[in-house]
């Protein structure tokens, strides 16, 4: 059962134009959430991340919304530039699964940004 | 900078064989983690550990072991390889006093076939 979907899994934006990659998890003891990127043959590097207390993070170009009731996340890449082809995954984590911090990642989506 | 190394980037073993994936961190984290890469399935946990000698089984386990005699390394280990174990494998590790809650720190990743 994917706790953690990312529906969408390509999509291509102009350079300059803003991303939108969308993420949605069904449970419900979820509070905490991050975005990697990955570029192929390197790993997942992190990116972003919200709590549940917050509805709006931003850092730079980059911006994560999370609307609980809808159990939905989303990444905002304002301007897009084609460095930031690549594969985005979401997270989500919950407090009190144990003292290792376990992640459960989504299936990914590859954004390419075209010149 | 946190360091997680893998010991090889490329592996080609046979079906029946033994295989040893060594992953090395240097920043005393206290979790580390092992987790498969596959097309539209994203990134599965394997296995974790939150201390030296302590394992819990993640998501996809079978047919999988782990190993963690020191703090810094963490092996996974396959008994007897199958084709379908044929995938990139992801070692990371994560602090819980770290900046980020969660956040974890991958290393570049195994590509492993099984013939």
């Known amino acids: 059962d994917q706790q953690v979907k990312q529906n969408s899994p390509s999509l291509s934006v102009q350079e300059g134009r803003i991303s939108i990659l969308n993420c949605d998890y069904t449970?419900?003891?979820?509070?905490?959430f991050l975005w990697y990127k990955k570029y192929p043959a390197e790993g997942p590097t992190f990116l972003i991340s919200?709590?549940?207390?917050?509805d709006k993070n931003e850092d730079g170009r980059f911006t994560v919304f999370l609307n609980k009731s809808a159990k939905h996340l989303s990444l905002h890449i304002v301007p897009s530039q084609p460095g930031d082809s690549a594969v985005y995954f979401c997270?989500?984590?919950?407090?009190?699964?144990?003292?290792?911090?376990?992640?459960?990642f989504g299936t990914g989506t590859r954004l390419q940004v075209t010149l | 900078d946190v360091k997680v190394t893998q010991s090889s980037r490329y592996l080609v073993k046979r079906t029946g064989e033994k295989v040893f994936l060594e992953c090395v961190q240097d920043?005393?984290?206290?979790?580390m983690f092992w987790y498969r890469q596959d097309p539209g399935l994203g990134l599965r946990l394997i296995y974790f550990s939150y201390d030296v000698k302590m394992k819990e089984k993640g998501d996809i386990p079978e047919g999988y072991s782990v190993s963690r005699e020191k703090k810094e390394r963490f092996s996974l280990i396959l008994e007897s390889a199958s084709t379908n174990q044929t995938s990139m494998y992801l070692c990371?590790?994560?602090?819980?006093?770290?900046?980020?809650?969660?956040?974890?720190?991958f290393g570049p990743g195994t590509r492993l076939t099984v013939l």
């Open positions: 990371a590790s994560s602090s819980l006093a770290g900046k980020v809650y969660n956040e974890q720190f």
């Open positions: 920043m005393d984290h206290e979790n």
């Open positions: 919200i709590s549940s207390i917050k």
């Open positions: 997270a989500a984590s919950a407090l009190g699964t144990g003292t290792a911090s376990k992640l459960t």
């Open positions: 449970n419900s003891m979820f509070d905490y």
